[in-house]
């Protein structure tokens, strides 16, 4: 079966600018959670969506949001990038988000 | 305090050898606990994953948790240049919305041919 598919896989934006990145969970998970990762700090939690609601959501300001589709399908924005928003950007999955997730390959985002 | 630390190594083996790749926690509610393989440029893989303390075996990974202690372990047997990976430690907690995540920032392990 499909794994977790994030597009795009590398993204260089400008400071100030804002970003939209993509998720597409593998069929029939429910429960999307959105990590950055970065050398120094590791995994962070960003959110997690399930069933289309927001269900938990980490420490970062409000420049990060997310949502998330009828079809699971999950999108995060960050507005106003920083150049300290260029991270490794991780989508999982899974079907009810008790156990290990699956992850996507991510999306790198790098703000000059 | 760090709620999951994690070595980060680098850790340098032989091929063979047997590998012990470790983390400690705070939290006393954590219930689930696993390990992730993550190779260069992919997300990280989920290896295994426990519920209880005791022992977990699967092939050559061995996982150990002790909850008295806060510690958890992964052992790799007769280790491959094909484990050469950063190993990931991950806990969950059961909140009234759902389960959160608590990753160690990771141990590089590089086993030599």
């Known amino acids: 079966k499909a794994g977790v598919t994030q597009t795009p896989r590398y993204l260089i934006k400008t400071r100030g600018q804002q970003v939209t990145l993509s998720c597409s969970p593998i069929?029939?998970?429910?429960?999307v959670s959105w990590y950055q990762q970065t050398p120094g700090q590791g995994l962070q939690f960003l959110f997690e969506y399930f069933s289309e609601t927001q269900r938990n959501k980490g420490n970062f300001p409000g420049r990060f949001s997310g949502r998330q589709f009828s079809n699971s399908r999950s999108e995060m924005n960050v507005s106003t990038l920083e150049l300290g928003d260029s991270a490794l950007y991780l989508c999982?999955?899974?079907?009810?988000?008790?156990?290990?997730?699956?992850f996507g390959s991510g999306t790198r985002l790098t703000v000059v | 305090q760090k709620e999951v630390e994690q070595d980060p190594g680098p850790l340098s083996v032989p091929e063979g050898a047997i590998v012990s790749l470790n983390c400690t926690y705070s939290?006393?509610?954590?219930?689930?606990f696993m390990w992730y393989r993550q190779y260069s440029r992919k997300g990280p893989e989920l290896l295994m994953y426990t519920y209880s303390s005791g022992n977990k075996e699967d092939g050559r990974f061995t996982a150990q948790v002790d909850k008295s202690s806060k510690y958890i372990s992964l052992f790799i047997r007769d280790s491959q240049p094909s484990d050469s990976a950063t190993y990931l430690c991950?806990?969950?907690?059961?909140?009234?919305?759902?389960?959160?995540?608590?990753f160690g920032t990771g141990t590089s392990l590089t086993v030599i041919p």
């Open positions: 999982a999955s899974s079907w009810t988000g008790e156990t290990g997730y699956t």
């Open positions: 069929s029939g998970h429910r429960s």
């Open positions: 939290n006393s509610a954590f219930q689930y």
């Open positions: 991950a806990m969950s907690a059961s909140t009234n919305t759902g389960n959160q995540f608590y």
